[in-house]
């Protein structure tokens, strides 16, 4: 490969830019296969107009029925691809380089997609404190936009998602229970891995989501974090941590 993959991602402030945890589900892969890449970075009331300039696709539709564009997206200059979707990403990047190290091991590719769509649905209770770290993390001029998309889609003010009090204290609740399912799913398989000792894309998801939250939750919350459940997330970071994600 001679040249970068692109890596389209959203940025925040502070001196590490990336922020979403689909968006480092992405970079870990990229990391983990050694392949060389690059960030271009594009804020978000930005991302329909680029992404269609480049000639992206969709990931959705809006509520009116119009297409809906988001990130991760990479485009590939040594194949000419443009690809959508963090796990579309990983099929592709998995079918194009075969001889990087495997995501994918032992035909698991079925069945890591549906542990990716069983993850991304039991994260959603967690979303409303991602919600209100994200909208104190990015960039000034990304509020305007993020509050206004953020406020429509949940039919509440950013104010009212996770307020401090019982509400708030219920959604960190739920987080703990939610990592404390995964940390099952981790005791189950008689190993490090999700697949035992295996390494494979499950683990880039959870450690993809675990970096995210390093960075939200970043200081004493973090912390108070990475000792939940044996200490399993504060080893999971570490390791995150060892392969180049910040390019």
């Known amino acids: 490969m001679s040249?970068?993959?692109i890596l389209y991602d959203i940025p925040?402030?502070?001196?590490?830019?990336?922020?979403?945890?689909?968006?480092f589900k992405v970079r870990y892969t990229l990391a983990y296969k050694g392949l060389a890449f690059k960030s271009v970075w594009v804020e978000s009331q930005d991302?329909?107009?680029?992404?269609?300039?480049?000639?992206?696709?969709?990931?959705?539709?809006?509520?009116?029925?119009?297409d809906f564009y988001t990130l991760?997206?990479?485009?590939?200059?040594?194949t000419g691809a443009i690809v959508s979707d963090s796990f579309t990403i990983a099929e592709y990047l998995e079918e194009t380089y075969p001889s990087t190290p495997t995501i994918f091991p032992h035909g698991s590719q079925a069945l890591i997609s549906t542990f990716d769509s069983t993850f991304m649905q039991g994260i959603r209770p967690?979303?409303?404190?991602?919600?209100?770290?994200?909208?104190?993390?990015?960039l000034p001029t990304n509020v305007p936009y993020f509050r206004q998309s953020t406020e429509m889609r949940v039919g509440m003010t950013l104010e009212e998602i996770s307020p401090e009090g019982p509400k708030r204290e219920q959604h960190w609740k739920n987080a703990k229970d939610f990592l404390g399912v995964i940390d099952?799913?981790?005791?189950?398989?008689?190993g490090e891995r999700i697949m035992g000792d295996t390494f494979s894309y499950a683990d880039i998801i959870v450690g993809g989501w675990i970096r995210c939250f390093?960075?939200?939750?970043?200081?004493?919350?973090?912390?108070?974090?990475?000792?939940?459940?044996g200490g399993r997330w504060g080893r999971l970071l570490e390791e995150v941590n060892k392969y180049p994600i910040l390019a």
């Open 3 to 5: 040249q970068p993959i």
């Open 12 to 23: 925040r402030t502070g001196p590490v830019k990336a922020l979403s945890g689909n968006m």
């Open 47 to 66: 991302i329909e107009e680029r992404m269609k300039a480049i000639g992206a696709k969709p990931t959705g539709l809006k509520p009116d029925g119009s």
């Open 72 to 78: 991760p997206v990479i485009q590939d200059p040594s």
């Open 126 to 138: 967690m979303f409303p404190l991602v919600l209100t770290a994200v909208h104190a993390r990015i």
């Open 184 to 190: 099952g799913w981790y005791s189950k398989s008689d």
């Open 214 to 229: 390093s960075g939200l939750f970043e200081g004493e919350k973090w912390e108070e974090i990475s000792t939940w459940h």
